[in-house]
């Protein structure tokens, strides 16, 4: 979307399904929110499953109250117009990293990962052989722990 244009944030609204992620490409601005907690309230009523924006939102407190997942580059208190331009379902890029309609979004407290679509299903083999070896290696340590502690207790 356009710098200080978030029509196109309520195109993708009605475009979206329970469950998706709402991605923005607001070109890392940093001046004019996206969108408040009246459009993330209307997000969650959806069913939509969170929003990342390569941008800023405002209205953070209300926001919090909703306990819906907003990543963003930070707030402001100005809003956006309206002038209607901008596309939906679309290649993008947020932060640097291609964004494909369909892709896998995943976000915690430290931050996002995009995992592309044709990707999927070898990344989380990968990822539940990473969660597999790292039960592996702490059991390991609390075996010895104790071991540790029987000879030394």
Do not use: C, W
Not at 86 to 113: C, F, K, L, Q, R
């Amino acid at each position: 979307m356009p710098v200080g244009d978030n029509l196109a944030v309520h195109k993708a609204l009605r475009a979206s399904k329970p469950g998706d992620v709402l991605v923005v490409d607001a070109k890392g601005n940093e001046y004019r929110a996206i969108a408040g907690d009246f459009v993330v309230g209307m997000m969650k009523t959806l069913g939509i499953a969170g929003l990342v924006v390569d941008g800023v939102v405002r209205d953070v407190a209300g926001i919090k109250e909703l306990d819906f997942p907003v990543f963003s580059r930070g707030t402001t208190v100005a809003a956006s117009g309206k002038a209607g331009v901008g596309e939906v379902n679309v290649p993008i890029s947020v932060g640097g990293a291609p964004v494909h309609p369909g892709d896998i979004i995943v976000g915690d407290v430290d931050g996002v990962v995009v995992i592309p679509q044709a990707l999927e299903e070898e990344i989380l083999t990968k990822a539940l052989d990473k969660i597999k070896e790292g039960r592996r290696k702490r059991s390991k340590n609390i075996r010895k722990q104790r071991s540790d502690h029987q000879i030394f207790g």
